[in-house]
């Protein structure tokens, strides 16, 4: 008997993950049409911007104007990894944070110019802090399941680095499978584990779709009691310091999926395609996901 719950909650990470990797720069101005056309869409949980090096990721360098042109609606996040960054997030009157720390050494390193115990300890005492200061944290754990460098990459190594996060309080942990390598065997096998790990802290999964496995590694979370997905609308996106990683599974091909077993979203697609549609003439490639391309080839 399939277990699925009645509704999810899509946190759309377009606007971040999906352009971070973008090699022609996004005008602010198309950027904060894209976010506006997700919001109309339904969406009320999203990764706006990241608050990062602008020589490391020069797509992200007006994350400040992001924040300040986009309307509050849900809760919108932006990522960072360290001090600088929260403050000036902060400043910019972000109130939901994600931070962002890789399960391998070897992919922090290029990541974040950190080992992963390096990364932890600067983010506990930030961790601490934003908490005093009622800001919603969530940490986004990359390498979960495969490493770019070192390869597979074991579940008690993950758990352990939830764990500690677990422990200093946040609220949500997003779980990435980084370059779209894991299984939907695997990715049963971890969040089962996690929800039975930390059953009062929200477990998002966080899948990129290399190889053309997410949809099966949703259908297999849910089956773990996962409901809470990031995805990116045209199913833009990769880590620009993770090589072979390509997009997010497509929010788009998730919604619909989700909405033929007749659980609910809060989104409308047709909606989520004049979202994507605004941002398709600003990224490099044409968008072919299953949904949009249905769509195009209808109007
Ligand atoms: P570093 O060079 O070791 O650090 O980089 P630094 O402290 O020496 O700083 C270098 C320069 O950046 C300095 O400027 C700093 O002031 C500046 P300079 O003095 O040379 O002019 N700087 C900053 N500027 C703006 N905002 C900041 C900031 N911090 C320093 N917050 C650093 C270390 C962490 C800064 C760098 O490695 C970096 O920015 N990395 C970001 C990497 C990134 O954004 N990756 C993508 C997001 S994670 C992801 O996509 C995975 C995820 O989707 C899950 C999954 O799929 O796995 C979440
Ligand atoms: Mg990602």
């Not at 009062?200 to 996962?226: E, S, W, Y």
Request: aromatic fraction near 8%; charge should be negative.
């Amino acid at each position: 008997m399939l277990s699925l719950p009645k509704k999810v909650t899509i946190i759309e990470v377009g606007p971040r993950d999906g352009l971070q990797n973008e090699k022609q720069l996004v005008a602010t101005e198309d950027k904060l049409q894209f976010i506006e056309g997700l919001q109309q869409a339904g969406v009320e949980e999203m990764e706006l911007t990241s608050f990062v090096s602008p020589k490391w990721v020069p797509q992200m360098a007006d994350s400040k104007e992001i924040v300040a042109g986009t309307k509050k609606v849900g809760r919108q996040f932006v990522l960072t990894p360290n001090e600088r960054g929260i403050n000036s997030a902060r400043e910019a009157g972000a109130d939901a944070l994600a931070v962002f720390v890789g399960v391998s050494d070897s992919f922090n390193k290029k990541n974040i110019n950190k080992s992963t115990a390096e990364s932890m300890e600067t983010l506990k005492p930030l961790i601490q802090k934003l908490k005093e200061d009622g800001v919603f944290v969530r940490a986004c754990i990359s390498t979960a399941f495969y490493c770019p460098f070192e390869g597979a990459v074991k579940p008690e190594d993950t758990i352990r680095l939830c764990r500690q996060f677990v422990d200093w309080g946040v609220a949500e942990l997003s779980v990435a499978d980084t370059i779209g390598m894991a299984n939907p065997a695997e990715s049963y096998g971890l969040f089962q584990q996690l929800k039975e790990a930390f059953p009062d802290t929200l477990i998002t999964a966080h899948f990129h779709d290399t190889r053309k496995m997410a949809l099966a590694n949703i259908f297999a979370a849910l089956q773990a009691g996962v409901d809470r997905f990031d995805t990116s609308a045209g199913g833009l996106g990769g880590c620009p310091f993770a090589p072979g990683a390509t997009g997010n599974v497509a929010t788009e091909d998730v919604v619909n999926m989700l909405h033929r077993m007749d659980i609910k979203t809060g989104i409308d697609l047709d909606l989520l395609a004049k979202a994507i549609e605004k941002i398709e003439s600003h990224v490099s490639n044409p968008i072919n996901t299953g949904i949009y391309t249905l769509y195009k080839n209808r109007s």
